[in-house]
Structures are given as structure tokens and as C-alpha cells.
């Protein structure tokens, strides 16, 4: 098992980093949040550049599935 704690990804540049969900930018540095959830019994990770980005991601996922 991983230490959630660790350092693992600190050595992400620009252009290995994944996107942001929100607004597809790299999404690395001490600011990057991920979310893991399981859609369809299949572990997905969403990564963001900061709260910012998680914040609207979540609200829009909110509206969405509960109109």
C-alpha cells in the first residue's frame, strides 16, 4: 500500500501531469487535489489543478445528477 502521505508525484513536470478535469490544465504542485470515486464498479481518479477547480467540478456533478 501506498503512504497517502508521501511524496509519490512530486517529480511531475508540466507535461507528464494529467489535466484538470475543469479546465484541462496540468494538474501538478503542492495545489493539485484528486478525487477517486467507483463509477460502474471501476475506480476513476479525477484530477484538478487546485480547490477551485474541484469546487465547480463537484457543483456541476451535483446538478447533474440531481435536478
Known amino acids: ?3 497517502p502521505t508521501s511524496d509519490l ?3 511531475l513536470t ?7 478535469a475543469w479546465c484541462e490544465e496540468p494538474a ?3 495545489g493539485r487535489r484528486v478525487v477517486t470515486r467507483v463509477v ?3 475506480i476513476e481518479h479525477v484530477h484538478f489543478c487546485g480547490d477551485a477547480c474541484r469546487t465547480a ?3 456541476d456533478e451535483r446538478e447533474a445528477t440531481h435536478p
Open 9 to 11: 508525484g512530486e517529480d
Open 57 to 59: 467540478w463537484q457543483r
Open 40 to 42: 460502474n464498479g471501476q
Open 28 to 30: 501538478f504542485g503542492v
Open 1 to 3: 500500500m501506498v503512504d
Open 14 to 20: 508540466e507535461e507528464d501531469a494529467p489535466r484538470c
